[in-house]
C-alpha cells in the first residue's frame, strides 16, 4: 500500500526534504542517497521544494510489497516553442541505495553503481483543468522495480518492455514501454556509488514490434520526431490515438525496413517462458540437464554461466562487427566479469551454488537432439532472432523466468560458444546452445513464417490441437529439431 503526501510533510521513516545547503545536523540525520538524489530534483525544481509524493506505507526492508520508497511528483512547464507540453514529471527512490546500510542494498564502492544503478522517471503530458498529478504511474513504477527486484535484470536505454495492457488500465493504445536516459536528469554521485536516470516512454503495439525487429533506439530517436509521439523529451502522452507509422508511414519503409535490412536487430535475448528437453536421453535419467540433483539441491545455473549470460544480453545492446559471446574465465574475479557490477543473488551467483555441484556434472555436453518449448510471445520472436540476428552473424539468448534454465542460439561468426558446426547442440549444465548455418536458418524461417503474426500463431495453435486432440496449454509452442538438422514443427 501508499500514501499521498507532500515530500516535506513529517512521517514515520521519512523526514522532510533538505536543501542543498542544509545544516549539516539535519543533513547527518537524512540518508545521504536520498540526500543526493533531492539535491537533483532540486537543481531542477528549485521552486517546488516540497512536491507530492507517493510513499510505501511499509518499506520493502520492513517487509512492505513495494520496492520503491517514494515517488516524487513535479509540474513541469515543458517549452511551447521547442513543442514540449506542459507535463508531470515522476521520479523513483529505492532502486539505488538510499542508505548505504545494507537493508536493501549492498554497498559496492562509490566508483560503481550505487544499488542497482539507476532510478526510474516518467513524463505524462498534463491534461487541460488537472491541477494534480494522477497517481497511477507510481504503481507502474512500482510494477517494473518489483521485476527488477525479483529477477535482478537491469534496464538499459533501448530496453523494451511488453506490459500487454493500457499503462494507465484505461482503453488507451498506449500498451508498452520503451526505456531511454532522462532528458534533464544528469547522473548523480553518491556516497554509495553512481546513479543514473532511465525515462519510461508508452508506445504503442506497432512501436514495441518495431523496437523488438529493429532497435529501440532507432524507434525512441523516430518517437522524438513526431511532436504528438513524445517529443524531443518523450513525453507520454495516453490520448495518442495513432502509431507514428500511422501519423508518418513513410517512417516504416524509409526508416524501420531499411533499418532492420542493414543493422538488423540489437535485441541480443529475453527473459521468457521457456524450456528445454534432452531427447538423446531418458527424462528419468539421473543425469538429465534439466534436473540434476546432488542430496537435496537442485541443479542451477553456475555463477559464471549466469554472468555470461547476463553480459551477452548487455552487450545486444553494442552492434559489433565481431560478434562474441563473453569467455566462461577458469577463475572467478570477486565477482566481477568485465565491467559489470559483483553480483547481489547468493543463490544463483555466489561461489557457494556451484561448490556442491562436482566438476564433471557440470561439462559440457554434446547432445543430439533436443526439444524447445516456448510460450507464444517468446515463440513469435524466433523469427527476430533467425532473421534479426543469426542472418547478421549474431546471437539470442532466452532466460527462463520461471526457472535457472537458458537457450542461446549462435551462429557460425560468434566466437566463444560451445556449440560448434560438428556438435551443433551442447549443453552447460542447464544452459544449451544451438549453432545454426545460414542455410538452417533460412529453411527454419520458411517452416516458421506463420510466426511473423501472432494472430495467426493463435489460430495455427488453436487448429493443430483441434486436429490432433493434444491436450495443450494456451499459446504454448514447441519446436523439434532432429540431429540430421531436418525440421519437424511440433505443437
Not at 497517481?135 to 510494477?143: F, H, N, S, V
Not at 524531443?232 to 502509431?243: K, N, S, V
Amino acid at each position: 500500500m501508499a500514501e499521498l503526501r507532500p515530500s516535506g510533510a513529517p512521517g514515520p521513516t521519512a523526514p522532510p526534504a533538505p536543501g542543498p545547503n542544509a545544516p549539516p545536523a539535519f543533513a547527518s540525520l537524512f540518508p545521504p542517497g536520498l540526500h543526493a538524489i533531492y539535491g537533483e530534483c532540486r537543481r531542477l525544481y528549485p521552486d517546488q521544494p516540497n512536491p507530492l509524493q507517493v510513499t510505501a506505507i511499509v518499506k520493502y526492508w520492513l517487509g512492505g510489497p513495494d520496492p520503491l520508497d517514494y515517488v516524487s511528483m513535479y509540474r513541469n512547464v515543458g517549452s511551447p516553442s521547442a513543442n514540449i507540453p506542459e507535463h508531470w514529471h515522476y521520479i523513483s527512490f529505492g532502486l539505488s541505495d538510499l542508505y548505504g546500510d545494507s537493508r536493501v542494498h549492498e554497498f559496492t564502492g562509490t566508483d560503481g553503481p550505487s544499488g542497482f544503478g539507476f532510478e526510474l522517471t516518467f513524463r505524462l503530458k498534463r491534461e487541460t483543468g488537472e491541477s494534480a498529478p494522477p497517481t497511477w504511474p507510481a504503481e507502474l513504477m512500482q510494477g517494473l522495480a518489483r521485476y527488477v527486484f525479483q529477477s535482478e535484470n537491469t534496464f538499459c536505454s533501448g530496453d523494451h518492455v511488453s506490459w500487454h495492457s493500457p499503462l494507465d488500465n484505461s482503453e488507451s493504445r498506449i500498451q508498452h514501454m520503451l526505456l531511454t536516459e532522462d532528458p534533464q536528469m544528469q547522473p548523480v554521485q553518491t556516497p554509495f556509488g553512481v546513479v543514473t536516470f532511465l525515462q519510461i516512454v508508452g508506445v504503442c503495439t506497432e512501436e514495441l514490434h518495431a523496437a523488438q525487429q529493429w532497435n529501440g533506439q532507432g524507434i525512441l530517436e523516430l518517437l522524438r520526431t513526431v511532436p504528438v509521439a513524445g517529443g524531443p523529451w518523450l513525453i507520454t502522452d495516453m490520448r495518442r490515438g495513432e502509431t507514428i507509422f500511422e501519423i508518418d508511414p513513410h517512417l516504416q519503409q524509409e526508416r524501420v525496413d531499411k533499418g532492420i535490412e542493414t543493422d538488423g536487430s540489437n535485441l541480443s535475448g529475453v527473459s521468457a517462458k521457456c524450456a528445454w528437453d534432452d531427447l538423446s536421453r531418458p527424462p528419468e535419467d539421473d543425469e538429465d540437464s534439466r534436473s540434476i540433483c546432488i542430496g537435496t539441491q537442485p541443479r542451477r545455473l553456475s555463477g559464471k554461466d549466469t554472468e555470461q549470460i547476463r553480459e551477452t544480453l548487455r552487450r545486444g545492446l553494442e552492434i559489433n562487427s565481431k560478434p562474441v559471446l563473453p569467455p566462461i574465465n577458469p577463475q572467478r574475479q570477486n565477482g566481477f566479469t568485465h565491467d559489470r557490477a559483483p553480483s547481489r543473488k547468493d543463490s544463483l551467483e555466489s561461489d557457494s551454488s556451484t561448490a556442491i555441484i562436482p566438476h564433471e556434472l557440470i561439462r559440457t555436453r554434446q547432445l543430439e537432439s533436443v526439444h524447445l518449448k516456448f510460450n507464444q510471445e517468446s515463440g513469435a520472436l524466433i523469427p527476430l532472432c533467425l532473421r534479426g540476428r543469426l542472418l547478421h552473424g549474431r546471437h539470442f539468448t532466452y532466460k527462463s523466468i520461471t526457472g535457472d534454465m537458458a537457450i542461446t542460439f549462435v551462429s557460425t561468426g560468434v566466437e566463444g560458444a560451445f556449440a560448434t558446426e560438428e556438435h551443433p547442440y551442447a549443453a552447460h549444465g542447464p544452459w544449451l546452445q544451438i549453432l545454426l548455418t545460414e542455410e538452417f536458418v533460412e529453411k527454419m524461417l520458411e517452416d516458421l513464417e506463420d510466426l511473423t503474426s501472432p494472430e495467426e500463431v493463435k489460430t495455427a495453435v488453436g487448429e493443430k490441437a483441434q486436429e490432433e486432440e493434444v491436450p495443450l496449454r494456451s499459446g504454448t509452442i514447441a519446436l523439434l529439431r532432429s540431429a540430421e538438422l531436418s525440421s519437424h514443427p511440433s505443437v
